[in-house]
């Protein structure tokens, strides 16, 4: 019999519901994985394998409430747990344990799973790294900031790991590590409770196995469903190849890979042109510096004015530059993301973009987390990008692309993914 640590959420969901396993079985068998792994590893900040099977016993004994009842969830550890740890990444916080769960937490009681416990993230989920490598290569980052959920499920240590994107904190380390990585649109889900780092971007994402849990995770967050998005049974999409202003910037194999990718979805039926964005997008990169650095000086001014050489470099560098910025500044950012709102909103339509994921491989080392280069603008622009694992580089790690729609188009971005990974012929169902 297969390993219950390497399925997908929702195989685990199948069995559960047909007596097949039981939530303390999966639970068991993930932790057997996280100890034979997590020297190597590094993924995770906290995990109680007591509290874990305690949770799994109590949801055997439960009328299952949602197919996430008995599957366990890794939670990045910016997201509040009031029965666990919550550092942020920061020896501020090393000792703390807040007094209420985050709303998605909550939610995800409420749905059934286990908690496993807290993944590790960068600094405030920002650039200083965690101690995480890539499963796939322990030498080289996971990507940041969301590393230690994307480590967690693509090494098989639980099925469902929950981060948060700001820059390019979710897809970034899905590229690198080679995981399905999914960032719906900005407000797709309540955010309280997980600490801010730019209100204005922040946006909860995740990473699954399988296209097929997608739904199933969407279902308990957001109150509309993703109806259609589990099937393959869709005409062809219509998919626009899109070169961003700094595409240039990108290493030859990940440009040639898009490009590749684009084409075989073309010769496999669907529409496809291309979209090259002009060189005012690249003043959406800018703004984003500006809104970044302003907002992050506020959401952390009580660290910064009670801890501040607690506070790593990177992070106060970016601190001063917002205390530095003006008003007019600022609004002048936010108009600058109203405007390539609108005018990305109608070069795409209601087309998929294809595009690129991180700038290649991962980089070698632990000492940074990669570049959110070819991540930033989405976020600024508030739409869905949904990563797929497409193949290798040159080093043998992973590489793919990213999918996106317009904000709002959940649906039409996952059954598009869908229809891309059966033309594909990747293993990324079931």
């Known amino acids: 019999m297969t390993d219950l640590h390497t399925l997908s959420l929702s195989a685990l969901a199948a069995r559960l519901r047909a007596g097949d396993t039981t939530a303390t079985a999966i639970a068991e068998a993930c932790l057997a994985r996280v100890e034979a792994r997590e020297d190597t590893v590094k993924a995770w900040q906290f995990v109680d394998p007591e509290r874990v099977l305690e949770q ?5 004994r439960e009328t299952p409430s949602s197919a996430l009842h008995g ?6 550890d910016i997201i509040d747990t009031e029965d666990m740890p919550t550092t942020y990444g920061s020896p501020i916080y090393a000792d703390h344990t807040p007094r209420k769960d985050a709303i998605m937490v909550q939610r995800l009681r409420a749905a059934g799973a286990v908690l496993m416990g807290k993944t590790v993230t960068t600094q405030f989920a920002h ?3 965690g101690k995480t490598a890539n499963p796939r290569n322990p030498a080289h980052t996971p990507g940041g900031s969301s590393s ?3 480590a967690a499920v693509v090494d098989d240590m639980t099925p469902l ?11 970034r380390p899905a590229a690198y590590c080679g995981v399905i990585g999914f ?3 900005f407000g797709w889900t309540d955010f309280t409770g997980a600490k801010h780092l730019a209100a204005s971007l ?5 990473y699954v196995r399988s296209l097929d849990d997608l739904p199933l995770v969407h279902a308990v967050l957001n109150s509309d469903a993703l109806p259609g998005a589990e099937t393959t049974d869709i005409a062809a999409p219509n998919f626009a190849l899109c070169r961003t202003p700094v595409w240039d910037r990108a290493d030859e194999c990940a440009q040639a890979l898009a490009e590749a990718t684009a084409d075989r979805l073309g010769n496999a039926g669907a529409g496809l042109r291309t979209l090259d964005l002009d060189s005012g997008f690249a003043r959406v990169l800018e703004a984003q510096d500006t809104v970044l650095e302003y907002e992050m000086a506020r959401h952390l001014a009580t660290e910064r004015s009670e801890n501040w050489d607690l506070i790593a470099a990177p992070t106060q560098e970016f601190i001063r530059r917002g205390e530095d910025c003006s008003e007019e500044k600022i609004a002048d950012a936010r108009y600058v993301f109203d405007q390539a709102r609108a005018d990305f909103t109608k070069a795409l339509g209601d087309d998929i973009a294809i595009t690129l994921s991180a700038p290649g491989e991962a980089p070698k080392g ?13 976020t600024a622009l508030h739409v869905p990008c949904l990563h797929l694992p497409v193949d290798a580089g040159p080093q043998g790690l992973p590489l793919g692309v990213t999918l996106i729609a317009r904000k709002g188009h959940e649906q039409r971005l996952v059954a598009a993914g869908r229809w891309a990974a059966t033309a594909l012929d990747l293993p990324l169902f079931g």
């Open 183 to 185: 960032k719906p649109s």
């Open 71 to 76: 599957v366990p969830v890794g939670l990045k």
């Open 161 to 171: 790991a929950f981060g948060t994107q700001t820059s390019g904190s979710v897809i």
């Open 366 to 378: 632990l000492d940074s987390t990669g570049n959110a280069l070819f991540n930033r603008m989405w």
């Open 56 to 60: 799994a016993a109590r949801r055997d």
């Open 202 to 206: 922040d946006t909860l994402g995740y």
């Open 148 to 150: 230690g959920s994307a």
């Open 127 to 129: 650039r200083f790294p």
